[in-house]
């Protein structure tokens, strides 16, 4: 369809419209004895497996696990009477969601489109609907309305006032630190010891400080492989090599069980602190051939015009090849980023109580024993939510970033 | 390139909130070990450590309000109810089998309470120091009610399921080489999916330890059908376990579980401990700190037991609550029963 011609395109045009769903039907789905049957084997098998599931999850299954605990699975053994501060923290990045997205979206026509305002439904109605979530989570709904405000409010700011995009990087930046300080406490707030982080809350604090640390080290590795010196380049290509040989689960138990063993006793580091390292060391190495395979994609000659207009290396580097390379390797990033954030589940192995760890001592409560499907689909749920979210941002970026016509 | 050094100071601030977060929790325990009196340590820290693991059922949970619960969660509550007179006083940190064993050596529990068997290697060279035994577990067999499987010399050309690399696939091994049974062994990485493939007939026998088993056993289709073979493969001892030369530390620990025993043998509960105030049994006066020092002479308060049973409750209230009766479980007590009643629960004097 795409290499259509205009004229091919324009004589198909009034075809397709005056095509009714039977028609359609028998054009794509039964247009030979072949493509019958195999429309038939495909939707029976599907249609069952899909019938299974949700007769399953409407009969059989008992969901009484994922309410009862949702706290639990939200935030792990973190203290209840201190879930304000989660709330807060919550509303923080949902406001500057909502505000990005205006700030992003200033130029398009109507930001509230069809399609958006399905997809709103959508997640109030999974909100209001899905059984698992029902009671706790109808406190979201707030949250959903303060992201389509905000989201409001940003694209009038950002029509009068254009250099609102960078004021907000910048608060994406603070706001990390303001997480770690409304989960952590301090200054002012109650201490909750690190041991009592857990549930999504830590996952989600894993992999953003996971992909705020494994970006510039792979960058900085990348840009070492490709080095003109040689001692640079050697310990690059030493690194990335070495930690693409070892399974993260190495790295991992290194971390909790040897890195202990090297360090006196006193300085020994947070457990979440060593496990967030060792993400960011292991990813690293991955995003570091990523950005490589972008750098190697960028033509020589933007470099050698990049030198005669007389810039020096960091000026090229940062102008000409870097947005360039990293356009390029957008895809293959945002895929390393998904990946480490899969990653994090394999922290329950270490003992700490993310996601799937707190799953597990949730299946081991007496009253919740033999729910495994429910717990691990709501879990999947999750999990697919987020990478779903990251995905859909990527594209995002690349159609933004899309410079080709 | 302005954005880099942003990112880079990002890095460094974080690193340093991190640690900076690290050093005050840590920073106390980092002190303890090389001190010496690990007694002293949880006293001032007004907190006890204790290493679980956070997901077996029975003997360490998380309940809805994401509290500890469980066996060994008991344990280490009795221990802080000993030495701080709280039992609530407990930060438990989970801790894989992998782990459980630097963790303890490197000073950042106090005390594992972790389903840890006590071998002699473990006790010798490994380091360690085993208080009494909470639980006798040992190696069983499941099989279905009507497979007609009433000993391990039925399991001829038959399938069992086992999970691999533990030291449950080595005692099947050797117990049915000693039997000359032929048998076929179906491994798995994963209890899981062993516990999912015997459940769906892919294997005639599941093994594993008892306690695994029977918890197991109520999450099958049909928890009725199944039934464990009076065979016992192998001896699992679990309980408590500190670091070698801290003997007042580890003489606090084993005294406290050993109390535990001894309170059910004396009869005294959570609710009737208040009844044995001003008893005329001179045993139970000394036992409750009424009289002479036991408690003082180990460093503790000289009514820990009393405290310890007021929190917890005695080994039989404890067993009882988590595995036994009034539990999913109903875990017969069999070895867990007293030495007076036919068990392996005996509690030197307390005198």
């Known amino acids: 369809m795409t290499s259509a011609t205009p004229d091919s395109f324009s004589s198909a045009r009034p075809d397709a419209i005056s095509l009714g769903p039977v028609a359609w039907a028998k054009k794509n789905l039964f247009s030979d004895w072949f493509n019958s049957v195999l429309t038939v084997v495909i939707v029976t098998t599907f249609g069952s497996g899909l019938f299974r599931l949700v007769s399953w999850a409407l009969t059989t299954a008992q969901w009484g696990a994922i309410p009862n605990n949702f706290g639990l699975f939200m935030t792990g053994t973190f203290p209840s009477a201190l879930y304000p501060r989660i709330w807060a923290l919550l509303a923080i990045v949902c406001g500057l969601a909502g505000l990005s997205w205006g700030v992003l979206g200033r130029n398009v026509s109507t930001l509230f489109s069809r399609s958006v305002l399905i997809g709103l439904a959508v997640v109030c109605a999974f909100i209001i609907l899905f059984p698992p979530t029902r009671p706790s989570s109808l406190k979201l709904l707030p949250m959903v309305a303060l992201v389509a405000v905000a989201a409001a409010a940003g694209r009038q700011v950002a029509r009068k006032f254009p250099g609102v995009g960078q004021l907000l990087s910048l608060a994406w930046f603070l706001s990390y630190f303001v997480a770690l300080w409304l989960i952590g406490g301090g200054l002012g707030l109650t201490r909750v010891s690190t041991n009592d982080w857990g549930g999504l809350v830590l996952t989600l604090f894993t992999a953003v400080s996971g992909i705020a640390l494994c970006f510039p080290l792979g960058l900085l590795l990348a840009l070492g492989r490709r080095s003109a010196l040689p001692i640079v380049r050697w310990l690059s290509t030493g690194y990335i090599e070495l930690v693409r040989g070892v399974p993260l689960v190495a790295l991992l138990f290194m971390g909790q069980v040897m890195i202990p063993l090297f360090l006196p006793l006193g300085s020994r580091p947070d457990r979440i602190l060593r496990a967030i390292i060792a993400l960011a060391l292991f990813s690293a190495a991955y995003l570091a051939e990523n950005v490589r395979a972008g750098l190697q994609a960028v033509p020589r000659g933007q470099n050698e015009a990049a030198a005669s207009l007389g810039l020096n290396t960091p000026m090229t580097l940062g102008f000409i090849v870097l947005p360039q390379a990293l356009k390029i390797a957008i895809p293959a990033i945002v895929g390393q980023f998904i990946s480490l954030f899969q990653d994090t589940t394999l922290l329950s192995i270490v003992g700490l109580a993310e996601l799937l760890g707190i799953g597990k001592s949730i299946l081991a409560n007496p009253t919740y024993l033999g729910r495994y499907a429910e717990v691990y689909l709501f879990l999947a749920v999750i999990f697919w939510f987020f990478c779903y979210a990251m995905s859909l941002a990527s594209r995002k970026i690349e159609e933004k970033l899309n410079t080709d016509h | ?351």
Request: proline share 3%.
């Open chain 2, 1 to 351: 390139m302005r954005k880099l050094g942003l990112l880079a100071a990002a890095l460094g601030l974080t690193l340093a909130a991190c640690g900076g977060a690290t050093t005050t929790t840590d920073g106390d325990e980092g002190a303890t070990s090389s001190g010496g009196g690990r007694l002293d340590v949880v006293k001032s820290r007004g907190q006890l450590i204790c290493g679980v693991d956070g997901g077996i059922p029975g003997f360490s949970f998380v309940d809805e309000s994401g509290t500890y619960m469980g066996l060994d969660v008991d344990v280490c509550k009795a221990v802080a109810a000993a030495v701080l007179g709280d039992a609530e006083a407990v930060e438990y940190r989970r801790l894989d089998s992998t782990e459980r064993f630097t963790a303890l050596s490197g000073g950042e529990v106090d005390v594992l309470s972790r389903n840890t068997t006590w071998t002699i290697s473990r006790d010798t060279s490994v380091g360690l120091e085993f208080a009494p035994t909470t639980f006798f577990d040992g190696q069983g067999m499941l099989v279905k009610t009507d497979s007609g499987i009433t000993s391990l010399e039925d399991f001829a050309g038959k399938a069992i399921c086992v999970e691999t690399g533990t030291t449950t696939e080595l005692n099947l091994t050797d117990q049915m080489r000693q039997l000359t049974v032929d048998f076929e062994p179906v491994v798995f990485q994963d209890a899981d999916a062993a516990y999912a493939a015997y459940s769906e007939g892919r294997c005639e026998g599941m093994t594993s330890d008892k306690s695994q088993l029977v918890a197991r056993r109520s999450t099958l289709p049909n928890p009725d059908e199944h039934v464990l073979l009076e065979v016992t493969m192998s001896k699992e001892p679990l309980g408590p376990v500190t670091t070698n030369n801290d003997s007042a530390w580890f003489d606090v620990v084993k005294w406290t579980t050993y109390g535990l025993i001894q309170a059910e043998e004396f009869g005294i509960t959570a609710d009737n401990v208040a009844t044995f105030e001003g008893t005329d049994n001179p045993d139970i006066a000394r036992f409750l700190g009424q009289e002479g020092t036991l408690g003082t002479d180990m460093g503790l308060p000289n009514d820990f037991m009393a405290q310890v049973i007021a929190q917890v409750g005695n080994y039989g209230e404890i067993y009882e609550r988590n595995v036994g009766a009034d539990s999913e479980f109903a875990l017969e007590r069999g070895q867990n029963a007293l030495w007076t009643e036919g068990g392996l629960m005996y509690s030197p004097p307390f005198r």
